[in-house]
C-alpha cells in the first residue's frame, strides 16, 4: 500500500477495516515505533491512579477524568492502525475533559451547571466554553495552561477543525494520460513519519492530561508527584524523534 492511499476511502468499508487493522498490528510489532509506545505507556502507568482515586475526589469531575483517558486511548488506536483525520479532535476533546475536570473539582457547584438539560445550554457554555476554561487552568499554573492554549491551538489549526492545514497536507497531485489526479490519503503504513507524528502528539496531549489530573484531585504528597511526572513526561514528549528512516 502507497503512504499515501486514497481508493481505500472509494472502496467499501470492510477495506478500510482490513487494511487498518493490519496498519495497527505491524505498527505495534514495529521497531521504530517501540520508542513512542514505552513513553505513551509510562503516561498510561501514571493515569492509573483513577482505579482507586484518593478520598475527597469530585464524582463529577473523575467521571471527566476517565472520559479523557477513553479518548486518549482512542486517538492512540487511530494512529497505531495509519489514520490520522480523528487524531487532533480526540486529542482535543482529551485536553477539554481533563480541565473541566479541574474546573469541577475548583468549583464543584459546575458540576450541576455542566450536567445540565439542553435548556441550560447558554450557561454552560459560558461556564465551560475554553476562554472560561482557559481563565480557570491559568489561576492553576499559568505557564502550563500557555503549554496547554497552544497545543490546543495546534490542534484545530491540524485537523481538528477541517482546516487547510489539516487537510492539504494529505493531498498529493500526479499526472497520467488521463490528466491530473489528486488524492487524499486517509492511511498511513506502519513505521510511517505521519504515524510517528501522531503517536508524539498522543504523547504530549497524554502527559499535559496527566499533569492537569493532579489539579483535578485533592492535593496531596501524590498529587504533586503526580504533576511532576506529566510535566516530565510532556518534555520527553517534545524530544521524541519526529523523523526516521521508513521501512
Known amino acids: 500500500m502507497s503512504t499515501k492511499d486514497t481508493t481505500l476511502i472509494l472502496n467499501d468499508y470492510q477495506t478500510f477495516l482490513h487494511h487498518a487493522t493490519a496498519t495497527l498490528r505491524d505498527n505495534v510489532a514495529h521497531p521504530s515505533i517501540k520508542p513512542y509506545l514505552d513513553h505513551f505507556a509510562e503516561v498510561d502507568r501514571h493515569l492509573l491512579v483513577l482505579r482507586n482515586p484518593p478520598t475527597g475526589t469530585i464524582p463529577t469531575a473523575m467521571v471527566l477524568a476517565l472520559n479523557a483517558k477513553a479518548l486518549l486511548l482512542s486517538a492512540l488506536h487511530a494512529a497505531l492502525s495509519g489514520q490520522t483525520a480523528p487524531i487532533p479532535g480526540l486529542l482535543r476533546s482529551a485536553l477539554e475533559s481533563m480541565l473541566y475536570a479541574v474546573v469541577i473539582h475548583r468549583t464543584p457547584a459546575k458540576a450541576?451547571?455542566?450536567?445540565?438539560?439542553?435548556?441550560?445550554?447558554?450557561?454552560?457554555?459560558?461556564?465551560?466554553?475554553?476562554?472560561?476554561?482557559q481563565k480557570e487552568a491559568r489561576l492553576c499554573d499559568r505557564s502550563f495552561a500557555e503549554v496547554t492554549d497552544g497545543i490546543y491551538d495546534t490542534l484545530i489549526n491540524i485537523g481538528a477543525h477541517p482546516n487547510s492545514q489539516g487537510v492539504l497536507p494529505n493531498l498529493t497531485h500526479s499526472r497520467s494520460q488521463d490528466g491530473r489526479s489528486v488524492t487524499l490519503g486517509c492511511l498511513y503504513p506502519a513505521g510511517s513519519n505521519t504515524t510517528k507524528f501522531s503517536l508524539i502528539l498522543c504523547c504530549s496531549v497524554g502527559a499535559i492530561v496527566l499533569a492537569w489530573l493532579a489539579h483535578a484531585l485533592p492535593s496531596s504528597d501524590q498529587t504533586g508527584a503526580i504533576y511532576d511526572s506529566g510535566y516530565l513526561l510532556y518534555e520527553a514528549a517534545m524530544a521524541l524523534p519526529t523523523h526516521g528512516q521508513e521501512t
Do not use: S
Request: net charge positive.
Open 112 to 133: 450541576l451547571v455542566w450536567q445540565a438539560t439542553e435548556t441550560a445550554r447558554k450557561e454552560r457554555t459560558k461556564q465551560f466554553g475554553w476562554a472560561a476554561v
